[in-house]
């Protein structure tokens, strides 16, 4: 079986966890606390020298790490990723700039809430708000005229951009002036085989 090390909080582990669910395909689930430094083990260390979660992991000993990555890989020769060329690459665009220009700003307030750490780094803080609501806003212009991401229906692209941007309020983001992406997030979560990031999917077992 399919085996997913995962951090509960972290919406890059969510993602996979989401298409999972979506998908279909079971999967064991292993927790590791990335506050008390699970990730940073020897074990760990052997599995993925980047220390980074998620991980996924197949019974023949095969590893991916990167979420986007494990997205494209998961969803390849489904609904969620498409045929056409040219809206693959548009999806391919739409997790860059998830990566680049959003979780750096929006999923990092997020943490430094979650772990205690606004007050150390208040004097970048601004500047993370400014660039976190300007994703925010170059995606409420895109759903202006588009329901979905791409190609007018649920991909990875809208995983992707979903994870961070549902629980961006609990980095001190105000959604309320963003009626398009508050829209669609509600569109998100209508889909089917939609788990919340707190359900508690996939079989846990424990590790090492």
């Known amino acids: 079986m399919l085996r997913l090390y995962d951090y ?21 689930r292993v927790h590791l606390d990335i506050l008390k430094g699970e990730t940073r083990t020897p074990e760990f260390f052997a599995k993925n020298p980047n220390h980074r979660l998620p991980l996924v992991e197949w019974p023949d000993g095969r590893r991916l790490s990167e979420s986007d990555a494990i997205l494209w890989h998961l969803a390849e020769g489904t609904s969620f990723i498409p045929q056409d060329p040219w809206e693959r690459a548009q999806i391919l665009q739409w997790m860059f700039f998830e990566q680049y220009s959003h979780e750096p700003y929006i999923a990092v307030v997020r943490f430094w809430h979650f772990a205690g750490l606004v007050d150390q780094n208040r004097a970048i803080l601004p500047e993370k708000m400014e660039r976190g609501y300007h994703a925010l806003s170059v995606m409420e212009d895109h759903l202006e005229s588009n329901s979905c991401f791409v190609g007018g229906r649920y991909t990875i692209a809208d995983i992707a951009l979903y994870a961070y941007t549902h629980v961006a309020d609990e980095g ?37």
């Open 8 to 28: 509960w909080e972290s919406g890059n582990c969510y993602k996979v966890r989401l298409l999972l669910s979506q998908l279909g395909v079971p999967f064991e």
């Open 172 to 208: 001190g983001f105000d959604l309320t002036k963003f009626s398009r992406v508050r829209d669609w997030l509600g569109r998100v979560r209508s889909q089917p085989g939609h788990v919340k990031i707190t359900d508690q999917v996939g079989r846990l077992v424990s590790w090492p």
